[in-house]
């Protein structure tokens, strides 16, 4: 079975500062891992996906994730946030062959500042 | 290109009523899902459908059933709603039949009131 662990419900951080949203996953074979953001009021969207390859992943707006399997961590960071990446942000997994559910986790409030 | 629609948006319910989400979408994906999103919980799939003609259990199935009406559509009913059923309920789809590789596009969800 697969899991993934979001420890912070809620990250505040002021406009222009550095961010970093903690995911650690569990699982006894090889993992695919998502980051999907969740604006109010709307659905999720993909942000970055890790399938294989380069363990570090970027989004187009400024978003990375890099993939540590020793830490089992998928961690998102972003240099400097803006007011618009206010947003609940869901890290997932899922196996490689075939379908494979996918687990979310509970979720990163990010409320940024201004 | 809607991507992925949801009708309600929003309802109430009485316990012991019933009525059924729609969902449709136009990216002519084979497989479509449905989840629901509780606070604290994340999403929880429900039922998910590889194809057109298939349908199967997800993880929080009781108490609703899914019609995968043909490739578009992927319908999920309340027979009988109950207060644990408050939620918001999400439909998304993906590309494929079967690649745990693939994206999933979600709708904007309905907002789901059981009194």
């Known amino acids: 079975a697969q899991s993934v662990t979001q420890l912070d419900s809620q990250v505040p951080v002021f406009e222009e500062a550095p961010v970093e949203l903690r995911c650690n996953y569990s699982s006894s074979v090889s993992v695919y891992l998502f980051w999907y953001v969740q604006y109010p009021n709307q659905g999720l969207q993909l942000l970055l996906k890790?399938?294989?390859?380069?363990?570090l992943v970027e989004s187009i707006n400024g978003f990375e994730a890099e993939f540590n399997k020793s830490q089992t961590s998928f961690h998102l960071r972003k240099p400097s946030v803006h007011i618009s990446d206010t947003a609940e942000y869901f890290c997932a997994v899922t196996r490689p062959g075939g379908y494979q559910k996918v687990t979310f986790g509970t979720g990163t409030k990010l409320q940024v500042i201004p | 290109n809607a991507g992925v629609t949801q009708t309600p948006k929003f309802q109430v319910l009485k316990t012991g009523q019933s009525m059924t989400l729609q969902c449709a979408q136009d990216?002519?994906?084979?497989?479509m899902y449905w989840y629901r999103q509780d606070p604290g919980m994340g999403l929880r799939l429900i039922y998910y459908?590889?194809?057109?003609?298939?349908?199967d259990k997800g993880e929080v199935p009781n108490g609703y059933n899914v019609s995968r009406l043909n490739k578009r559509e992927f319908s999920l009913r309340l027979e009988s709603a109950a207060p644990s059923q408050t939620s918001v309920y999400f439909c998304?789809?993906?590309?494929?039949?079967?690649?745990?590789?693939?994206?999933?596009?979600f709708g904007p969800g309905t907002r789901l009131t059981v009194l």
């Open positions: 998304a789809s993906s590309e494929s039949s079967g690649l745990s590789t693939d994206t999933q596009y």
């Open positions: 890790y399938l294989s390859g380069s363990t």
């Open positions: 990216m002519n994906h084979n497989s």
């Open positions: 459908s590889a194809s057109e003609g298939t349908t």
